[in-house]
């Protein structure tokens, strides 16, 4: 792997150097992506065709396009309401070993992913806050536990930041790690889902045994094994992600990293809670069942009492819904009668997963003269109009069918280092940037501009506007709205 | 100079604190403040909201103000207004970093020349007071009496405030002088990444209660605010509202309950008027106890022990009929209610053992090669 060198450009003309993207991997040999795109060879992309001048003679309109495709290129993604497992017990599994010092991923693939695993711990928790996550690493042909299962993001964190005093060494094990994997989540309840997330940079592992009964064991403890490769797809590793997830592609479980941004997207896609199939009965590990949860008050006495938890003074606490023993923290279990106490704050934060945002759809410039409508309604920022607009509009239609690889070359040129096309994720944003920069709300047809666009489905996710349109809180007021929106969804989503 | 020194002495550059905008949300339920006339009149209550901005406006020239009515069964702008007020809205913006001059010689304002006359008028407060109160009465003009129910839309005024707020930051941001290419959803994972260019906060004067059927909406708005660090202030000035207070809670606000409506001045400039730069050196006030039940999906009844799905986290008051979920259908095992989830593995220690083993064994075994 040593002759894998990102600097190296072969002998083009000067001019156009700085311009040609430069696909790694020949001398490596094997870095393949998981959609099974070979990165063999010379990929250029013409970015510079595809920048138009603007009626004012400068880049302006093209550039504001290709941010406005940036944006709405994230944002489509599948609304339907699926079932999710949404309490986790997710372990994470670190490639310790000496790959992880190549320099590929920008600044050596080993300080990348304590990074990225630092941000992924804060996420994590964000999306799933009443799961636990646990971190195993390997190196020396060994698995080690970084991290012991927990719901406490600051203690992973700050395991993780130990990490970051030691080399990666020697090789990794995978079917130790995963062993050890699988008896962290043995105990696991049958109401959770059970996962592992491998960040695998070896081209090898060195393991005791037959790794295969490893996975036959996995299969049998209904753990859905993720793998995200940095250098090259392992047969064993698309082995591994097809037995134990048998029925998901093997696109959305064995992935290799192109990229720095793109080993961030697919390591970030695993805070998602994942869908579960709806036979949840047999199968695959996950089980419904009803859970008592106490949603506890907060108190605040006059003078300090011992909390049950610590037997310490304090004086703040929260009351436990059911036998009222004072606690210091949620959420967590009542030591004296069980019960789980959590903040309804905590489940809120997984409602977005349970009922999605749908799409906006673009609105044409048709439709756009028609209506009354000349702000955001969000934001109030006025909307151009189609004469002021018409140089944009043009550059833009010059550009219609690349502005998505334009994207791409952009993303591509904040990061320094060559890399490969991905070429699957140009396919999603063919479409979707609006040509008159409308969006409109198909529930409550009103308009709405990119910025509120993607701060509604991202951050919000609500629509400002039918949360405040006439006759919402009648239809909420008979009850079992949420029943009828998603069944409504779920129509409009198979129709 | 070496590099600590730089980027320490950069952070630093502006040292005057980021300008706020302060968006109210002000509950118009006619029912709720019929109920109050007595003590408060609205009229009253409007003429005290003004003082407070003004009072807001005047701490820093670049202070902006949002105030969002929250009706019976919509939320609309009262101030700014769309398209003709939102443009020197914005240009104001961009003049924070010049001086005095600017205040008013760059306002092209062309709509409220009505007024002129009160000379003694500080004009961006007369601007303000104008357009609330024009788009007041408008709203309550064009309300309906089929529309009067006792509860009030508080979660789309919260969604709108966002979104609007939304919209200021990245004016802001690129107007400051290094703009971030970040889109505003990253600025909202990495909150940590640039300075503030506009401290955001929101408040709400409530008065009507009942909001259990925007239980979900509110909740999304209430962990955005989080996210976003944007607080939410609660002027509790009747009604009964346990998730405002969950609200204000999580996101480090003010909750302050009027206890004599008669003083909402009083109140608004004792305990709203310091922005977050503010806060740090004074003595919040702060809510004794936080009521932190939750409202069953089934009958929109607040509840402090629930029975929650473990598919889709939907809470029920009791245990569905038939054992299925009424959100996602799924049928739950009834047997395991009362059975407790695992939240914190109590008994860490004896698995970390376990697995300790298992890693000593591979040791054993592992022979690479
Ligand atoms: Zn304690
Ligand atoms: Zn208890
Ligand atoms: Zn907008
Ligand atoms: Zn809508
Ligand atoms: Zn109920
Ligand atoms: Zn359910």
Not at chain 1, 281 to 294: A, C, F, I, R, W
Not at chain 1, 321 to 344: D, E, F, M
Not at chain 1, 400 to 419: C, S
Request: aromatic share 6%; hydrophobic share 35%; proline share 6%.
């Amino acid at each position: 792997m040593a002759d894998t060198d990102d600097e190296y450009v072969q002998d083009i003309s000067d001019d156009e150097v700085e311009a040609h993207q430069v696909t790694r991997g020949a001398g490596g040999g094997s870095r393949a992506t998981g959609q099974g795109l070979r990165g063999g060879g010379w990929e250029v992309t013409r970015t510079w065709e595809n920048v138009v001048e603007g009626a004012d003679g400068t880049i302006n309109s093209t550039v504001e396009g290709l941010l406005e495709a940036g944006k709405r290129k994230r944002l489509l993604k599948d609304t339907t309401p699926l079932q999710r497992g949404i309490i986790r017990h997710l372990l994470l599994v670190l490639d310790l070993s000496t790959a992880m010092s190549e320099k590929d991923l920008r600044p050596t693939r080993y300080l990348l992913t304590l990074r990225y695993t630092t941000a992924f711990i804060t996420e994590f928790f964000e999306q799933n806050p009443i799961s636990q996550l646990g971190i195993i690493g390997t190196r020396d042909g060994l698995a080690l536990t970084i991290s012991p299962l927990s719901g406490n993001p600051n203690d992973h964190i700050a395991n993780v930041q130990k990490l970051h005093d030691q080399e990666p060494k020697g090789q990794p094990s995978l079917q130790n790690a995963l062993d050890m994997a699988r008896a962290a989540l043995f105990h696991a309840p049958t109401h959770t889902t059970r996962e592992v997330l491998i960040l695998f940079g070896s081209l090898i592992s060195s393991d005791p045994g037959d790794v295969h009964i490893t996975i036959s064991a996995l299969v049998k403890s209904h753990i859905a094994v993720q793998i995200i490769g940095l250098a090259a797809q392992v047969a064993i590793c698309q082995t591994l992600a097809n037995r134990t997830n048998p029925s998901l592609p093997l696109s959305q479980t064995y992935t290799v990293a192109l990229n720095e941004q793109h080993y961030r997207d697919l390591f970030m896609r695993a805070t998602t809670p994942p869908t579960t199939p709806q036979s949840t009965k047999e199968g695959n590990g996950v089980q419904s069942s009803l859970l008592m949860m106490g949603f506890p008050s907060r108190i605040v006495d006059p003078s300090p009492t011992l909390c049950a938890c610590h037997s310490r003074p304090t004086r703040g606490g929260y009351l436990c819904s059911r036998c009222s023993s004072k606690v210091c923290s949620l959420p967590t279990q009542c030591p004296a009668c069980g019960l789980t106490l959590i903040l309804s704050t905590h489940l809120a934060r997984s409602y977005h997963h349970l009922f999605p945002l749908r799409n906006w759809k673009e609105v044409s410039w048709a439709k756009a003269s028609v209506s009354k409508q000349t702000c955001c309604f969000g934001c109030q920022m006025p909307f151009l109009d189609r004469s002021t607009n018409n140089h944009r509009r043009q550059s833009s239609g010059a550009g219609g069918q690349n502005h998505d690889r334009i994207a791409l070359g952009m993303t591509r040129g904040q990061t320094k280092t060559p890399k490969i096309v991905p070429k699957t994720q140009s396919a999603a944003s063919k479409d979707g940037v609006s040509e008159s920069g409308r969006y409109e709300c198909e529930t409550c047809g009103r308009f709405f501009c990119i910025d509120c666009d993607v701060f509604a489905h991202e951050v919000v996710h609500n629509c400002p506007g039918c949360q405040s349109r006439e006759g919402i809180l009648q239809a909420q007021a008979h009850g079992a709205l949420d029943i009828g929106e998603m069944e409504g969804l779920e129509e409009s989503q198979n129709s | 100079m070496n590099a600590v020194d730089g980027s320490d002495h950069y952070s630093k550059t502006s040292d005057e604190p980021p300008p706020s905008l302060l968006t109210i949300i002000l509950d118009t339920n006619p029912n709720a403040w019929a109920l109050l006339s007595p003590t408060l009149p609205l009229s009253a209550a409007i003429a005290n909201l003004l003082v407070f901005i003004n009072a807001h406006l005047a701490f820093n020239n670049a202070n902006k103000v949002a105030i969002i009515a929250s009706h019976t069964q919509r939320a609309e702008f009262l101030y700014p207004l769309p398209a003709h007020e939102i443009s020197p809205h914005i240009n104001g913006s961009n003049t924070h970093n010049g001086d005095v001059e600017m205040a008013d010689g760059d306002e092209p304002t062309v709509a409220e020349e009505t007024s002129t006359d009160d000379a003694n008028h500080y004009r961006p407060f007369r601007q303000i007071q104008s357009t609330l109160l024009t788009s007041l009465s408008t709203l309550l003009k064009t309300t309906s009496p089929t529309s009067l129910t006792p509860t009030t839309s508080i979660a789309g005024a919260l969604t709108l405030a966002l979104t609007y707020i939304n919209r200021c930051t990245l004016n802001a941001s690129t107007t400051s002088p290094n703009p971030t290419t970040t889109t505003p959803s990253d600025n909202a994972l990495n909150p940590d990444t640039a300075p503030p260019p506009l401290h955001p906060r929101i408040l709400i004067l409530s008065v009507s209660g009942d909001l259990a059927h925007q239980y979900i909406p509110i909740m999304n708005t209430i962990f955005a605010c989080q996210r976003l660090s944007i607080p939410i202030d609660i002027a509790k000035i009747s009604g009964d509202t346990v998730f405002l207070q969950q609200a204000s809670d999580a996101t480090h606000g003010t909750y302050i309950k009027l206890e004599h409506p008669r003083g909402l001045l009083q109140y608004l400039m004792m305990g709203f008027l310091p922005d977050q730069s503010c806060r740090g050196f004074l003595v919040a006030p702060t809510a004794v106890g936080v009521d932190f039940r939750a409202a069953c999906f089934c009958h929109r009844r607040v509840v402090d022990v629930g029975f929650v799905c473990s598919i889709c986290l939907s809470i029920f008051c009791s245990p569905p009929e038939g054992a299925i979920c009424l959100t996602c259908g799924t049928h739950l095992q009834l047997g395991e209610y009362g059975e407790k989830p695992a939240v914190v593995a109590k008994k860490k220690k004896k698995k970390r053992d376990m697995v300790d083993g298992k890693a000593k064994e591979a040791t054993v075994r592992s022979r690479p090669g």
